[in-house]
């Protein structure tokens, strides 16, 4: 067992005593067919130091291959049709293996190579070519060598990967970046980089040991840490922190050691708000106006699989995206499901799952699905995992979030028509609980106490919710305690424009008069598209019907426009996630939230703060960690009827390492440990596990279909 191959995982062992058969001799027996029924998808792992040196190796015969692979590393999920993973299951099937690789595949001796499905060669494998952005091929002895200098020159390239296209380009120069973001019709959200090792990777970010081992490990996640500078200020303009990977296919490692930076942009190669594409004529329909070259190679990329990115929340390692290297392994869950269960997740950032039995398996990330390619790759994804794991929809339980307009609920709701199988709709923030629960394996029916920390979610009062303590268990939840509930003026445009949660927020303690006064004199009109008379309109909003929200997301978000931190969200987490960054100071002296009954009151608290002198990065710094210690302080109430000296918090605000101080802090005589996601995102994308997990302890056979 000291031997297996890096990437692999040992998950389990299981020791059955037998009365031996009347056989001789030893032999490896075909697999049993129960095994075979439900062996893991594994998921992409990136080339191996071996494979690497073969590259490198002028007298090898994978020397300069870019899609060198063996047992131990290379595409496993992005090239797979079903289960299990044998060539003929794999978009290698094409690809005839040449007497070479047959002999190599054959050998028994050959501990890499032998019975290895994807394994190819330059005579065999898979041919890389370049184009430039009409679609006219380019001649080139060495597409690599040509794609760098081009690189090098200034330009911007598509490349086909592992999982999809990426859209390649300099991080240094400021001209080079400035024309990706207008052809990208993106103007602030970062770009991820790629760096062609630690040591590069260390020139221009922080790497602590955590950091160093994730940028190295098999998965090669995008790993977010402190910037120092030296790379292009409009890789992630407002923000502290840069998202690095290391490359993990022989076709990037040669394409960074050729490239004068040795780092490179490195980003989705998607048109605004469509998915990554994977096809040649998908690049080459959407990407030709962003794009001068691109590098194709011709292996089909069966199932789209996004990089995976995780950040420290404190110095804790926390998913923001699960794709790549995580994708589609499966989680077990604390108990067995008596009914297959094919949970459809929230709306942005969102995967589904499928589970059986113990394990829940959880797509890949699969984006917005209120945009309708992403929806159907939803569809399409679960549709595969029913499939190779065998689960008959018609004899599964289908969940789906309480919210009806969801596109994903719409969806669940088509699928469970089409084959007449039960619906049950989740509580969002119940699900975002029992997403870490199940993480942390809470064990059957034991009450734990939870802290929801989110942007919005449906809540099962007709309200929409985000910050909300709850005594939760698989089954139920009961709510106990949330900020109080504010005004959030046009509804989604409320999230757009920060200012008119502000406004609504506002309106709970000011008089008109007094708002526009205020806005006027901290310059905030200008967040407003339409400026003064959209102000008026906000206010009539808040005082009249508009949603009521108690999110802990859009409290952040008021305060980031009030500090004039951030007026406009170009992307999800914008506002709240640029306040994060400019909390550099340190705690004023102020108390937190007055607490009402079980109620945080945040009008209170942002009436405070507009008195409230400090230097900008004080104040952002104070009012996080505020709101998060008096969470911890209103379930500090609650401790008593949990069955866990733990609080399990989640949602999309939980990785924010300030919150989640603010709440331990304040927890801190009560000896309570606060515990997070790891596996699984905290956000929407890990909420279909929690849906999963909330049929964990239900009778699901009385569920009729
Ligand atoms: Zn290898
Ligand atoms: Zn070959």
Redesign the pocket.
């Known amino acids: 067992m000291d031997e297996k191959p890096p990437p692999a995982r040992l998950e389990e062992v299981l020791i059955k005593f037998t009365q031996a058969d009347n056989v001789e001799g030893f032999s490896i027996l075909p697999s049993a067919k129960e095994a075979e029924l439900y062996s893991m998808i594994p998921p992409d792992f990136s080339i191996c130091d071996h494979c690497l040196a073969e590259i490198y190796d002028p007298n090898d015969r994978h020397y300069r291959y870019a899609f060198n692979s063996c047992a131990w590393c290379g595409p496993r999920f992005s090239i797979m049709r079903d289960v299990p993973y044998d060539r003929e299951k794999t978009s290698m099937l094409e690809f005839k293996?040449?007497e070479?690789?047959e002999r190599e595949y054959k050998d028994r001796e050959d501990l890499r190579r032998f019975h290895a499905q994807g394994i190819?060669?330059p005579?065999?494998?898979p041919k890389l070519w370049m184009e430039d952005s009409d679609g006219e091929k380019i001649h080139s002895e060495d597409p690599v060598r040509d794609a760098a200098r081009l690189l090098d020159e200034g330009k911007i390239l598509a490349i086909r990967g592992l999982g999809g296209y990426h859209i390649a380009c300099l991080a240094t120069d400021d001209e080079v970046v400035r024309k990706l973001r207008e052809r990208k019709r993106r103007p602030s959200k970062p770009f991820a980089l790629m760096a062609l090792s630690v040591e590069v990777v260390e020139r221009y970010a922080v790497v602590n040991e955590t950091a160093r081992d994730l940028l190295t490990s098999p998965e090669r996640p995008i790993v977010l840490m402190p910037a120092k500078g030296g790379i292009s200020e409009l890789v992630a303009p407002g923000l502290d922190l840069i998202g690095i990977m290391l490359p993990y296919t022989a076709l990037h490692h040669m394409l960074l050691k050729e490239v004068r930076d040795q780092i490179l942009i490195m980003t989705s190669g998607n048109e605004h708000n469509k998915p990554m594409c994977t096809s040649v004529e998908c690049a080459r329909e959407r990407l030709s106006p962003i794009v001068d070259y691109f590098l194709h190679h011709n292996r089909e990329i069966v199932n789209r699989v996004d990089d995976s990115v995780i950040r420290f929340t404190g110095n804790r390692a926390t998913m923001l995206r699960r794709g790549r290297g995580y994708a589609p392994m499966w989680i077990r869950l604390p108990s067995t499901l008596n009914k297959p269960v094919i949970a459809f997740g929230a709306e942005l950032q969102n995967a589904g799952a499928v589970a059986f039995r113990d394990k829940a398996v959880l797509t890949q990330f699969i984006g917005d699905t209120d945009e309708l390619e992403n929806l159907e790759f939803l569809d399409r994804m679960l549709k595969f995992f029913s499939n190779v794991y065998r689960i008959e929809p018609s004899e599964a339980v289908i969940v789906a979030d309480m919210h009806k307009g969801y596109s994903s609920r719409r969806l669940a709701e088509a699928w469970a028509e089409a084959h007449g199988s039960s619906l049950i709709e989740v509580q969002h923030h119940h699900a975002h609980i029992c997403s870490v629960m199940v993480e942390e394996r809470v064990e059957p029916s034991r009450k734990v106490l939870g802290i929801a920390i989110d942007g919005l979610g449906m809540g099962d009062d007709g309200t929409l919710w985000g910050g909300e303590v709850m005594i939760s268990s698989f089954s139920d939840y009961e709510r106990v305690g949330h900020l109080r509930p504010q005004p959030m003026p046009g509804g989604d445009r409320a999230t757009i424009y920060p200012v008119r949660m502000l406004i609504g927020i506002l309106s709970t303690f000011m008089s008109d008069d007094e708002i526009l006064d205020l806005l006027r004199r901290r310059d905030l009109l200008k967040g407003l598209p339409k400026g003064e008379g959209e102000a008026r309109i906000s206010l009539t909003q808040a005082r009249g019907k508009c949603p009521m929200i108690s999110s802990v997301g859009r409290v952040l978000d008021a305060i980031s426009s009030l500090l004039g931190i951030c007026l406009e969200r170009t992307y999800e987490g914008e506002p709240a996630m640029k306040l994060e960054a400019a909390a550099k100071g340190s705690l004023l002296r102020m108390e937190p939230p007055e607490i009402r009954g079980s109620v945080i009151d945040t009008s209170e608290f942002i009436e405070r703060l507009l008195g409230a002198e400090g230097r900008k990065e004080d104040l952002a710094y104070t009012s996080i960690y505020l709101l998060g210690y008096s969470l911890g302080e209103l379930s500090s109430k609650y401790l008593s009827r949990s069955d866990y000296d733990a609080i399990f918090v989640s949602g999309g605000a939980a990785v924010n390492s300030i919150l989640i101080k603010g709440i331990e802090d304040s927890l801190k005589e009560f000896k309570v440990k606060v515990k997070l996601n790891s596996i699984v995102p905290a956000g929407d994308g890990g909420i279909a596990l929690g849906q999963v997990a909330s049929m964990l302890w239900r009778d699901l056979d009385e569920i009729t279909n």
Do not use: V
Request: proline residues 0%; hydrophobic residues 10%; glycine residues 12%.
């Open positions: 293996l040449c070479d690789c190819s060669c005579k065999c494998g």
